[in-house]
C-alpha cells in the first residue's frame, strides 16, 4: 500500500479552500460516488446544477463555512467541508475519491483543513456505523467519540489554538 511521503514525492499535492467550476465539480462527482454515498448522511444522487447553487450559497458566499480541497497534479481528489452549526461549532464532512483511500491522505486533508480553519470552535464530526474508513480517521486525529446509537458515532475535537 502506498502511503502519502511515497505519493508527495510522485505528485504535487496540495490543499486550499475550493474555489474553481473544476474544483466544484469535482466535489459533486466525488460526492455522488455510489459507494461514497452508501455511507453517507444523505445517500440520494445530487444533479450538477442544484449541488452548484448550493455550494456557491453554502461556502463561496458565506464566509464562515468553509470547504478545503485535496488536488493531486492539479487535479481534485477528495474534500473536507466545515460548516457553522446554529451552537457555533463547525461540522467536519470528509470525502476522498475512493481509489486514492488508505494512502494517509484522509489524514493530511482533515490535520491541513483544521489547521487552515484557524478557530478555537468545537468541531464535530456524525460518521454511520458502517463506514469503517471514516471511523478509523476520526480516531486516530484525536477526535473523542461523545455520543452514538445504532446508527451513528458523534466524535468531538476541540482545537488548541
Known amino acids: 500500500m502506498e502511503n502519502f511521503a511515497n505519493m508527495e514525492k510522485e505528485k504535487k499535492i496540495n490543499i486550499k479552500e475550493?474555489?474553481?467550476d473544476n474544483e466544484i465539480k469535482?466535489?459533486?462527482e466525488i460526492r455522488n460516488r455510489p459507494e461514497l454515498r452508501k455511507v453517507s448522511t444523505?445517500?440520494?444522487?445530487?444533479?450538477?446544477?442544484?449541488?452548484i447553487k448550493w455550494f456557491e450559497e453554502?461556502?463561496?458566499?458565506?464566509k464562515k463555512n468553509k470547504c478545503f480541497v485535496l488536488n493531486a497534479d492539479?487535479?481534485?481528489?477528495?474534500?473536507?467541508?466545515l460548516d457553522l452549526n446554529d451552537n457555533n461549532e463547525y461540522m467536519v464532512s470528509i470525502a476522498l475519491d475512493p481509489t486514492l483511500q488508505g494512502k494517509g491522505l484522509g489524514t493530511k486533508l482533515l490535520q491541513e483543513a483544521i489547521k487552515l480553519l484557524n478557530t478555537d470552535k468545537t468541531i464535530l464530526a456524525e460518521v454511520k456505523t458502517g463506514?469503517?474508513?471514516?471511523?478509523k480517521l476520526f480516531q486516530k486525529n484525536n477526535f473523542e467519540i461523545y455520543n452514538k446509537n445504532k446508527d451513528y458515532i458523534h466524535f468531538r475535537y476541540i482545537t488548541k489554538k
Open 42 to 51: 444523505n445517500q440520494k444522487e445530487i444533479n450538477l446544477i442544484d449541488h
Open 18 to 20: 475550493a474555489d474553481s
Open 74 to 81: 492539479n487535479q481534485t481528489m477528495g474534500y473536507c467541508r
Open 58 to 62: 453554502k461556502y463561496l458566499k458565506n
Open 131 to 135: 463506514n469503517k474508513p471514516s471511523l
Open 26 to 28: 469535482r466535489i459533486w
